[in-house]
């Protein structure tokens, strides 16, 4: 779920069966399906298959936490970040295996935004307003600062191929560009960040749930852990974990493989659908959770699901997927985003590490985050 996770067993029983809205939506998996071999419009496959996502997403959530449960913390805790974002990297990869490289990265782009302005400021803003104290909200500054400081690592790291780029290569891509190959020096220095990035990914790992475990796992109330549902087996975790897999993989494919003719039937680019679209669909279960946990006044929770996860999408996925390029899809994916792209994350990065920085939240703030939202969105659509 994020690189900084409390434990899952405080997580489930925060959540109080919060994600079960997410399960009405499993009718479309079948739909998806059916509209997908009758070759049915891209778009109504498509919107489908996006909808298909957010249910198979969500029981992954549970089977994790679940086993995560009966893991222990440590153990427990590699495993949420593991799956939490497995849906999104299960997309990207289909993405990568059609040589949509733009989609990828736009969507890696979303992720991080969305999670940073999104979801924070729902979080900030329905949670202030459901408190309505005139203090505000609090969290853990120090932990959401560490989650800020690896945020703008991965940012830095991402930025220097494209500043490569810039001086001795093409130039950056435009938005919504479909399929640029660089040269092999740009993919080499991307396959070098990579490995750091993952390296301080692991390091992160390391801070939140061995040497600083106390900071980013706290106790729950007695009451609160004796409220929890009835835990899953092992067993039926693994083998609902293994069926939601195979659904998101199914959804995946479907998705990924509308997406162009639906960009271009809807008159939307491939871009936006990236950035926007994909990326929200593919944390939606989690971008729920965050809000919910809000609204019961567990800001760190909130906090470290929103920051927590976009540090994951930059520390682990993103390198992850430039790995896998170069052995999945027609020629490998250097991390070098577009102009808009870059300013949005920095934006996005700069935010994160002002609003965390006070330890304190109001409902004005997380309006503010959501205005900032809005108008990235409306910059993507344009582009």
Known sequence: MSTTVPSPTSLRSLLGGGQGWAYLLLPFIPIAVALDVAGASAPFVFFASALGVIPTAALMGRATEELADRAGPGIGGL?????????????????????LHEVVKASLIGSILGNTLLVLGAAMFFGGLKVDRRGGQSFNRTAASAQSSMLLLAAAAMLMPAIFELIEGQGLPSPGAERVHYGSTVEQLSFAVAVVLILSYVAGLVFSLRTHR???NPEVAEEEAEARAQPWSVRR???????????????????????????????????FIGVIVVAIVGNAAEHWVAVLVARKDKMDLAVNIAIGSSAQIALFVAPVL??????????????VFNGLELGAIFLAVIIAIHVTNEGESTWY???QLLAVYLVLAIAFFVA
């Open 79 to 99: 495993l949420n970040v593991t799956f939490g974002n497995a849906p999104e990297l299960i997309i990207a990869l289909f993405a990568l295996g059609e040589g």
């Open 365 to 367: 703030e997380g309006l």
């Open 237 to 271: 975790s693994v083998v609902f974990l293994a069926i939601a897999g195979a659904l998101v993989g199914l959804m995946s494919e479907i998705l990924v493989g509308s997406i162009s003719k639906a960009a271009h039937d809807v008159g939307l680019s491939e871009f």
């Open 214 to 216: 106390d900071l980013f």
């Open 322 to 335: 430039v790995l896998v390029s170069f052995v999945l899809g027609p020629f490998p994916m250097p991390l």
